[in-house]
């Protein structure tokens, strides 16, 4: 009750402030207005005290960087996956004998001829490239004072196997050996008509063969990056054409791959174009704004804590109570988190951009994820200034208010979602395409929970085996059931729940925590003038200030 008189007393149109108050009311009264002053907005702050809201506009400006940022290396990044796709089609309906588009699943062979065929039909096109591909190839020469040739033709194979089905018997020693034949194209270059057929001597050990390998490299230069006034990349790709055998199936699947080196050319030379100061001088802004903003949100988090702190030790000097997690949690605000997490992704993934543009390295996919990350942070960091609107806060109210049980009930319905998956992997696998791995598992059930591919999933199931045929009915119908009609409906309701409890407590009286409450004691208006300092402050924005006396006491910004 002295407290509650010394309150009313003080906020009563009494003497002046700071005249006949005591020290510890004049102390706490400060306390409550810097604290008032620390949860307002930033329309709010600017009536308090006149100051523009500087984080807002850097946020803004930083999102207008990052986005144009991204669409600029997305279209560079665009280009440079569509050079690589292309030329990995174009390998293989170069190397790949009677190859069809889309048939990467379905190509194989079955015969011996077959796979001698196709092995010397791929080694054969390698050495007629510069006499018949369309685009620009160079070969790639093996290493200087080394014996490793252009290309390589490879077969690895059991070292000891003996397999006679008839009697059912087998000896097999499963150390793996590999034998190699290099062949090298012929100098000078265009190649003359008889080539070097040294490598048709080449013989596969069928009965105990595992894969056959042929690997070679070669060189292009991608021109089209001149559209988006960039300097031409020069690329090796690294080609591997693999004949599995491993399953010994009698069915051996043929596929290509194709790995693309990237690094700068030598004196390029484009007429008019390939200046790239411009982008490097648009990233180094992107930096230097993002380490703005990453000082002042960590500049930001450091006060809150410092508040917080004296807070803390204020309320258990003065009423001998601590404060409750929620309300210290308060002083912590995850946006600033959530947009220094967004400015080091950028920094990092800007100084990888530049290293990209340069041809120092060429982690196309780490910086991909690193800019999409960032600027993923940065548009969703934007939700915290719509907060301070009651009609905007909806969303992050709700979700606030529904994630605790929303992520009890996730994990509850996790153990029910794996044994589905487990029992399907095991028992439907060996039927059913969609079944054949845990990941392809969970796919598909996620797919069943939102309604796709029902039909197809019953269709494809195999029939050979009428037990796991009924099983897979039970197993499928169960569920379904269980998961859109219980488990999808009952997530559903959570939310709702939760929408339904902020929606009343926006309309009547919503409850207030013992920090707001006690906060609330303070009347003093934005516009009051009570928040100005009496004398300018010397600190800067780097930095934190330092407490000054009581009758000159520095406020805290959030």
Known sequence: MAAASETERLLGRGPAYGTTESPVVAEEEELRRRLKYFFMSPCDKYRARGRRPVKLGLQLAKILLVTVQLILFGLSNQMVVTFKEENTIAFKHLFLKDYVDGADDSYAVYTQRDLYDRMFYAVEKYLAIPNETIGRYAYVRGESGGNRSALMLCQQYYRKGRIDPANDTF??????????????????????????????????????????????????????????????????????????????????????????????????????????????????????????????????????????????????????????????????????????????????????????????????DVCSILLGTSTLLVWVGVIRYLTFFQKYNILIVTLRVALPNVIRFCCCVAVIYLGYCFCGWIVLGPYHVKFRSLSMVSECLFSLINGDDMFVTFAEMQQNSYLVWLFSQIYLYTFISLFIYMVLSLFIALITGSYETIKHQCEGEAPVSQLHAYIAQCKDSPKSGKYRRDSASSCSIFCCCERAPLQDNALLVN
Request: hydrophobic share 40%; glycine share 4%.
């Open 171 to 364: 000896n097999i020693d499963p150390k793996i050996v590999t034998d190699c034949l290099g062949v090298d194209p012929e100098e000078p270059q265009p190649l003359p008509p008889e080539l070097d057929r040294s490598y048709k001597n080449f013989t596969l050990k069928f009965h105990k063969l595992i894969n056959v390998t042929i690997q070679f490299k070669l060189k292009a230069i991608n021109i089209q990056t001149i559209i988006n006034n960039e300097i031409p990349d020069c690329y090796t790709f690294t080609i591997t054409i693999t004949f599995d055998n491993k399953a010994h199936s009698g069915r051996v699947k043929i596929h290509l791959d194709n790995r693309a080196d990237i690094k700068e050319c030598k004196d390029p030379s484009v007429f008019g174009r390939g200046d790239n100061s411009f982008r490097l001088f648009f990233d180094v802004v992107v930096i230097l704004v993002c380490s703005l903003s990453f000082i002042l949100c960590a500049r930001s988090i450091i006060r809150g804590l410092m508040l917080q702190h004296e807070f803390s030790r204020f309320f258990q000097r003065r009423y001998n109570q601590n404060v409750c997690l929620s309300d210290r949690m308060e002083f912590l605000n995850g946006w600033y988190i959530l947009l220094v997490i967004s400015d080091i992704l950028t920094v990092l993934g800007t100084i990888m951009k530049i290293g990209i543009e340069s041809k120092n390295f060429a982690s196309y």
